[in-house]
């Protein structure tokens, strides 16, 4: 059982890092990831991550710490990135190994629901015309209040 | 001693500043210092928003949580990231 | 809107099969994958896969079609082994991009649920003292069933 | 013509053949199919068991499919892949 978070400004690789989960553990017959990544439209030029220092490293391990422990896991990662991102870019990378694959699908989308409203990042987009702070997706607190109140977990 | 006030984001835009030191008002909590801030500075309305978390000393906590000399409270707009 | 389904006895590397899924397409804000791997334990030397060729890529390429269709997905892959596989060894990989992250999560969990269930392939278990065929797990035709009821659509 | 039928993986080992051919019976399903291989062989009892499915050439299909003149019937043990 190994927990792994990180935030970095560096560009990572989505692909080293599912690889550095797959084939590591002979316990662990399923590995599922989830990586975010800068989506174009609107005029973007560039998304700007703004985060808590300290703050945020702590709330990464808790959710990755609490994943691991609700669904067994044999790892579990969380890389974020913070600063400035161009179109296409990757900005999150989740994932989770277990001896079975729901545990991974799972342990994955509670991740990345539970990180976006429970750890201090904040999305700056940049277009052509100017620059804004990111609302919230409207969906977003459901998601992490669903597995909050376990209902998530009953209908697996 | 004194409280340590950070703002985030959208809500360091609207300040105007990152941080700033206020003297620790005995027996305030969080609800009271935005109420406190806003009183000083209608600019600093949006503290009052629901949607504002307050981070005291690292970790999330509700307006009624009481302060403590030495505290620093942090003002986030809705968290954003993924 | 591009689906590709492969099946083949070579190894393949999930992590590069990752890396031509993400910054692809600029309106795709979310990648997910699951990974299959030859779990250890109860003595396994080896596990072996038959399918049916012929049609199991046609299996395969019909979820693949639903899952974008149903999703709206920017990419679906399906990569499925056959042959002798070592312990730790990848099986299969399921990758889908898509613009919000509960599509792509979504469209993986579903293409890697229904495959167990409508693709033409057998698992053998090859341990030091025999080897025998694989029954599939209890949960497994209940997760495609869901599915193919629409019932887990309507909890995501 | 014929049929071609065709055996995988565990039933493949019962049926100890991966492929036999027998004339066309007209009006035969599926079903009747294997109802006509166990009779004529006991080791054949496995194909009633309602896990083992039929693709009908390419197809998956239910045992009430009447079958023509050329057809490819397999019979399939559950599905474990992924």
């Known amino acids: 059982m190994a927990v792994s978070v990180k935030v970095q400004t560096e560009r990572f690789d989505a692909g080293a890092l599912l690889d550095a ?22 005029d973007l030029v560039a998304l700007e991550l703004e985060h808590y220092p300290g703050v945020t490293e702590q709330a990464l391990g808790r959710i990755a710490d609490e994943a691991v422990r609700r669904w067994s ?3 579990a990662v969380i890389i974020h990135r913070v600063g400035r991102m161009a179109v296409g ?9 277990a001896p079975h694959r729901r545990a991974a699908l799972e342990a994955t989308s509670f991740m990345i629901d539970i990180l ?16 804004h702070w990111v609302e919230p997706r409207p969906g977003d607190d459901e998601a992490a209040s669903a597995w909050l109140a376990g209902e998530k977990e009953s209908t697996a | 001693m004194a409280l340590t006030i950070r703002y ?22 969080g609800g ?7 009183a ?14 307050l981070i005291i000393n690292d970790e999330i906590a509700p307006r009624s949580q009481a302060l ?11 968290f954003s990231g993924g």
Chains 1, 3 share one sequence.
């Open chain 1, 73 to 75: 896991l044999g790892e």
């Open chain 1, 21 to 42: 989960l797959t084939g590591r553990d002979s316990s662990c017959g399923a590995v599922a990831s989830f990586t975010g990544q800068v989506r174009g439209g609107d």
């Open chain 2, 40 to 53: 000083r500075d209608p600019a600093a309305e949006a503290l009052a928003h629901p949607s504002v978390r």
């Open chain 2, 32 to 38: 009271g210092l935005a109420e406190w801030l806003i």
């Open chain 2, 8 to 29: 985030f984001a959208a809500l360091r835009d609207r300040m105007g500043t990152a941080e700033s030191v206020v003297d620790h008002m005995p027996g305030i909590n």
């Open chain 1, 89 to 97: 870019e990757p900005i999150v990378f989740v994932g989770a190994s």
């Open chain 1, 116 to 131: 976006k409203t429970q750890a201090p990042f904040w999305k700056r987009e940049h277009t052509s015309s100017g620059s």
């Open chain 2, 68 to 78: 403590q000399d030495g505290d620093t409270i942090a003002f986030c707009p809705p």
